[in-house]
C-alpha cells in the first residue's frame, strides 16, 4: 500500500503540476538512471521533430494504407473504483485513503488497481460538485513487474464535454480526460484540492477487450462516395427511346473525374470494434458546421498501429460507460501515422453534434490527434490528414477553410482552430497548435473554389449561362444565349436543339450532372413522374434521353440546386413523406438503387409551404448554394449548408407576385451575387433582375416571349 504524497500539509494544497513536458524530461532521466529496465508511462518523451509539410500538394491526402482491424464488435470493461463516499449516502467501501491538508484540502491516495489489457484510466465525480479546474490535481502512476512508474497528470478541463444544457449534457459526470496507461500490471491514481474532495469520487480502470478475429483492411468509408444512410449505387442509367426524340440512339454515361475538393478515406467505427449497443441512438443530432476543432488525446505517443483501435475503444468506453455522455465525444480521430477514424456516429459527411467544445458543439466538428502533442511535435502524416479532412468537411457544408472570421455560436473564430482558442487549455498541446497555421494553409490549397458548386447552364458554349425555352405551340426546346454588347444585356440567339420534349410536365438545369464538361438538362415525364436526363454535347445540341430515377416521381418542388452535398456532383432536392430532402447525385448511377426509396435520401428541412422551388446559387459568403421558395407573392430565401440541408429561412424584401418564371441564372457580369431571370405573366416581357443580399433590384429588359415554358 502506498503512503501519501510527500508534499508538506500547508505548502502547496494541491498538486502544483510543473508544466508537463518539463516534469516528463525530467522523470525521462530519473527513470533512466533509476530504473532502466521500468515501464513508464512517460508519453514519448523527446524533442520535437521538424515537420515539413508543402501546402500546394494538391494530392493531398490521408493514409490509406491497409490496416489490422477488429471484424466484429469488441467487448469492452470498466472496473469503477470509489473513493469518496456518495452524497448523503453514508460512507460506502472505499478504495483509497485521504487526510486533511491545511486550509481545507484534502489529498487522496488510491489503492493499487489492477490493470488488464491496454488500459485506460480517468477519475470522475458527482455532478453535483463544483470543482474549478483549478482547484483539483489528478496524478496517475504505473506498476510494471514490480516496478513504478513516475506520476504523470490527468488532466481535466471543464469546457471538454457535451453543452451542459443539452440532453446529452443533463446526465453527465464531470471528470478528467481519458489517459491511456498502456500494457501495465496496475495504477494507482493520487488527487489534491483546494478545498474538500468532491463527493462520490470513482477511479474508472478500462479494459478496450480483445477482438475475436481481425482482418487487414483498407479505410471502408470512401467519401467520395460517402452516403449517410450506407446504400450502393445504383445500376448505371438505362437508356431509352423517346417516341419523340427521332435522334435516340442509347449513348452510354461517360463519366470524367469529379472535379471538388479531396475527398478523404475514413477508417469506420465497425474498425476499430464499436460496440454500438453502448451509446445512446436516441440523443443522436444534427445542427450546423461553421468551424473545426483541433484536439489531442493526451495519450502515449509510442503506440503502433495495431494498438489504434484499443486505445479508441478506451477513449470510447470512458465517454460513454464512465462519463455517461451518449458516445464517444470528437468527430474524428487521427493517429500518428495519418490514418482517420470515424468518431461519433451519424454519418461522416453529416453535422452530426459532438462533445468535445463546450458552447460549440452545435455549430462545428472535431478531430482529436491520438497522442500528447504538449511533449512532441506532430509527424507531417498526421498534419496532412488534418488537411485534408478538414478541407473536405468544411467544403461539405460551404465553409472556407482559410476563412478568419467564421461565427461559430456566439462569437467569430477561424474557420480552424485549436481547442485552447475556445476554451482555457492546453489542447492540442503547444506543438500540435503551433502547427494550426499550416493546417488551415494545407487545407486550403484543398479546397476547390465554391463557385463550382453553383448549378450551371451553359448549353450553347458561350461565356455567359443560358436559358431553356420550349415552345408551347410543338414542345421543340430552344437555347436562348445571353450577351451583354457595350453594356446592354439582350438574347443574342436562339437555338433550336432539335429536341422535342412536349411528353415532359417540367424541364430542369442540372449543371455538369455526369461531369464531362457539358451542361445536362432533366426532364419530369407527363406520364408516369420518372426523371430523364438528357447529357449535354455542347453547342446546344444533346444526347438521347436517359431514366434516371423513380424515386421523386410523387415529391414536389423538385430543384437542382447545385453541388449540395459537396462532392463535386449536383444533387436534386424535392419535398417528399412530410420533409425537404436531397438526393446526392451520383452521376451515371443517377439518385439511389430503386423506385420510391427514401432510404437514399437526407432530410434537408421540414416541410415547406410553397408552390415553386428556384435555385439561388451562392446568395451568401458561405459556399453552399441557397434556394428560394415562392411562397404566394412573397419570396423565402433559405439557406444551405451542405448535407444538412437547409439551416435557416429569412423572407425577402421583394416580392415576385407578377412573375409566372423565375429562374437562378448565377452571376451574369460582374454581379457580386447570383442573378435571376424572371417574365411578367400578364404581358411576356422577360427581365433580368440583378442579385443581391436581399433579393433583387434593376429590372433589365430582354423582350417579350409568350408561348413559351421556361425551364427550371
Known amino acids: 500500500m502506498s503512503t501519501y504524497p510527500s508534499d508538506t500539509p500547508g505548502s502547496d494544497r494541491r498538486i502544483r503540476f510543473v508544466t508537463l513536458c518539463q516534469q516528463l524530461l525530467a522523470l525521462a532521466v530519473v527513470v533512466a538512471v533509476l530504473t532502466p529496465a521500468a515501464r513508464t508511462v512517460t508519453m514519448d518523451v523527446r524533442p520535437m521533430q521538424p515537420v515539413e509539410v508543402g501546402t500546394s500538394d494538391v494530392s493531398l491526402r490521408a493514409a490509406e494504407f491497409p490496416s489490422k482491424v477488429p471484424t466484429g464488435e469488441v467487448s469492452t470493461e470498466v472496473d469503477q473504483y470509489a473513493l469518496t463516499a ?3 449516502k453514508g460512507k460506502a467501501r472505499l478504495r483509497g485513503t485521504e487526510k486533511d491538508v491545511a486550509g481545507g484540502g484534502e489529498a487522496i491516495v488510491s489503492d493499487v488497481l489492477p490493470v488488464d489489457g491496454y488500459g485506460t484510466v480517468g477519475v470522475t465525480w458527482a455532478a453535483s460538485a463544483d470543482v474549478d479546474e483549478d482547484g483539483i490535481g489528478v496524478k496517475v502512476r504505473t506498476q510494471t513487474n514490480g516496478e513504478w512508474s513516475g506520476w504523470t497528470e490527468a488532466e481535466y478541463h471543464d469546457d471538454h464535454g457535451p453543452d451542459p444544457r443539452s440532453e446529452e449534457g443533463k446526465h453527465t459526470r464531470p471528470g478528467t480526460d481519458a489517459l491511456l496507461v498502456g500494457n501495465v500490471d496496475a495504477v494507482q491514481v493520487k488527487v489534491a484540492t483546494d478545498d474538500a474532495a468532491p463527493v462520490d469520487m470513482k477511479v474508472a ?47 452510354e454515361i461517360a463519366l470524367q473525374a469529379a ?23 436516441s440523443s443522436l443530432s444534427y445542427y450546423e458546421v461553421h468551424g473545426g476543432f ?26 460513454v460507460k464512465t462519463r455517461g455522455w451518449s458516445d464517444i465525444g470528437y468527430n474524428f480521430l487521427v493517429d500518428k501515422f495519418g490514418r482517420i477514424w470515424e468518431g461519433r456516429a451519424g454519418g461522416v459527411d453529416r453535422p452530426v453534434v459532438g462533445a468535445h467544445t ?66 482555457s487549455t492546453a489542447c492540442p498541446g503547444r506543438y500540435l497548435y503551433a502547427k494550426i497555421p499550416t493546417i488551415r494553409s494545407l487545407a486550403d490549397a484543398a479546397q476547390k473554389p465554391f463557385a463550382s458548386r453553383e448549378a450551371e447552364g451553359n448549353f450553347a458554349g458561350s461565356d455567359v449561362n443560358d436559358l431553356l425555352v420550349r415552345r408551347a405551340s410543338d414542345g421543340r426546346l430552344y437555347v436562348l444565349t445571353l450577351d451583354s454588347p457595350e453594356g446592354v444585356w439582350q438574347v443574342r440567339s436562339r437555338v433550336d436543339t432539335g429536341v422535342n420534349i412536349a411528353s415532359a410536365s417540367s424541364i430542369y438545369k442540372a449543371g455538369d450532372w455526369d461531369q464531362d464538361g457539358f451542361a445536362d438538362m432533366i426532364t419530369r415525364r407527363k406520364s408516369d413522374g420518372l426523371l430523364q436526363i438528357y447529357r449535354g454535347k455542347g453547342g ?37 413523406g412530410g420533409a425537404m430532402r436531397i438526393w446526392r447525385g451520383r452521376g451515371a448511377a443517377g439518385l439511389g438503387t430503386s423506385l420510391n426509396n427514401l432510404g437514399t435520401s437526407v432530410v434537408a428541412y421540414s416541410a415547406v409551404n410553397g408552390y415553386a422551388h428556384v435555385p439561388a446559387g451562392l446568395m451568401n459568403a458561405d459556399g453552399a448554394p441557397d434556394s428560394i421558395v415562392r411562397v404566394g407573392s412573397e419570396v423565402r430565401l433559405y439557406t444551405g449548408n451542405g448535407p444538412g440541408g437547409w ?44 442579385g443581391t443580399t436581399n433579393g433583387w433590384t434593376n429590372k433589365i429588359p430582354l423582350g417579350r416571349f409568350l408561348g413559351w415554358d421556361l425551364a427550371a
Open 86 to 88: 456518495p452524497d448523503g
Open 205 to 251: 480502470v478500462i479494459d478496450p477487450g480483445t477482438a475475436k478475429a481481425t482482418a487487414t483492411q483498407k479505410p471502408a468509408i470512401d467519401t467520395a462516395r460517402a452516403s449517410t444512410d450506407g446504400a450502393e449505387p445504383a445500376d448505371p442509367a438505362v437508356p431509352v427511346t423517346d417516341g419523340d426524340d427521332p435522334a435516340a440512339t442509347g449513348d
Open 540 to 576: 446546344a445540341r444533346f444526347h438521347p434521353p436517359q431514366v434516371l430515377s423513380g424515386q421523386v416521381k410523387d415529391a414536389t418542388l423538385i430543384a437542382l440546386p447545385g453541388d449540395v452535398t459537396g462532392d463535386g456532383y449536383p444533387d436534386l432536392m424535392a419535398q417528399s
Open 647 to 690: 439551416t435557416s429561412v429569412r423572407t425577402l424584401e421583394v416580392t415576385a407576385g407578377s412573375y409566372d418564371w423565375l429562374l437562378g441564372v448565377g452571376r451574369l457580369g460582374a454581379n457580386a451575387q447570383p442573378d435571376f431571370v424572371a417574365r411578367d405573366k400578364a404581358t411576356g416581357g422577360l427581365f433580368i433582375l440583378a
Open 259 to 281: 472535379t471538388a475538393t479531396i475527398r478523404p478515406k475514413i477508417y469506420s467505427r465497425a474498425q476499430w470494434g464499436a460496440n454500438e449497443s453502448l451509446r445512446d441512438k
Open 358 to 423: 463546450q458552447g460549440y458543439n452545435n455549430y462545428s466538428f472535431a478531430m482529436s490527434a491520438i497522442g500528447n502533442f504538449d511533449v512532441t511535435g506532430p509527424p507531417s502524416a498526421m498534419l496532412k490528414a488534418y488537411g485534408a479532412l478538414f478541407a473536405w468537411k468544411l467544403a461539405l457544408h460551404g465553409v472556407d477553410a482559410a476563412d478568419m472570421s467564421q461565427k461559430i455560436g456566439s462569437k467569430y473564430f477561424p474557420a480552424i482552430n485549436g481547442h485552447r482558442d475556445a476554451g
Open 294 to 319: 483541433v484536439h489531442h488525446t493526451v495519450n502515449a505517443n509510442n503506440y503502433t498501429a495495431d494498438q489504434v483501435p484499443g486505445i479508441i475503444r478506451g477513449i470510447y468506453s470512458y465517454h
